[in-house]
T-cell receptor, first 112, second 114 residues
Framework: DQQVKQNSPSLSVQEGRISILNCDYT??????FLWYKKYPAEGPTFLIS?????DKNEDGRFTVFLNKSAKHLSLHIVPSQPGDSAVYFC???????????FGQGTELSVKP | DGGITQSPKYLFRKEGQNVTLSCEQN?????MYWYRQDPGQGLRLIYY???????QKGDIAEGYSVSREKKESFPLTVTSAQKNPTAFYLC?????????????FGPGTRLTVL
């Protein structure tokens, strides 16, 4: 039972354009959501997070949107740069457990 | 220079042998975690520890064992009972377990069982 889903395994975007990565979840108890970026053969690095009391959080070129009624979150990268090419994982947790549940990842390719 | 170290980066073992993966953190974090990543899949939780001398099974604990004798260290043993041990293993830590705090990851160990 996949509680966190990233339905697009890959995404290709032109440099300078917007990248939109999507993530859906099924557990209504999740109240904290994170995005990680991962290069091959390296550990994931934390990008940005959002708690369920907000519907938007912004950090530089990265913005995460949360739609609780749809159980959907998205990561927007504007403008996209070639260095953004990596696999992006969304993750979710409920405050009590503290465990993170990860999606399968979306591989972003930003072409010059 | 704080962080999480995992060693070795690449590890080869023969089938039927136990192998222990090292994870050390100097971030003074209470909680530590082990994940495994397989191609095309997300990270799956193997074991986690919220405090020293305590740990809990994650979603795929069968064939693995851990110990948490020191706050800084959380070694993972892949036993011969693990049916499909070849994978990329990631260790992580967080300030505390639960609440709104992100996990920080080490560089990973790629284990190949021949």
């Amino acid at each position: 039972d996949q509680q966190v889903k990233q339905n697009s395994p890959s995404l290709s975007v032109q440099e300078g354009r917007i990248s939109i990565l999507n993530c859906d979840y099924t557990n209504s108890m999740f109240d904290y959501f994170l995005w990680y970026k991962k290069y091959p053969a390296e550990g994931p690095t934390f990008l940005i997070s959002i708690s369920s009391i907000k519907d938007k959080n912004e950090d530089g070129r990265f913005t995460v949107f949360l739609n609780k009624s749809a159980k959907h979150l998205s990561l927007h990268i504007v403008p996209s740069q070639p260095g953004d090419s990596a696999v992006y994982f969304c993750a979710a947790s409920d405050r009590q457990g503290g465990k993170l549940i990860f999606g399968q990842g979306t591989e972003l390719s930003v072409k010059p | 220079d704080g962080g999480i170290t995992q060693s070795p980066k690449y590890l080869f073992r023969k089938e039927g042998q136990n192998v222990t993966l090292s994870c050390e953190q100097n971030l003074n974090h209470d909680a530590m975690y082990w994940y495994r990543q397989d191609p095309g899949q997300g990270l799956r939780l193997i074991y986690y520890s919220q405090i020293v001398n305590d740990f809990q099974k994650g979603d795929i604990a069968e064939g693995y064992s851990v110990s948490r004798e020191k706050k800084e260290s959380f070694p993972l043993t892949v036993t011969s009972a693990q049916k499909n041990p070849t994978a990329f293993y990631l260790c992580a830590s967080s300030m505390v377990a639960g609440g709104y705090n992100e996990q920080f990851f080490g560089p990973g160990t790629r284990l190949t069982v021949l």
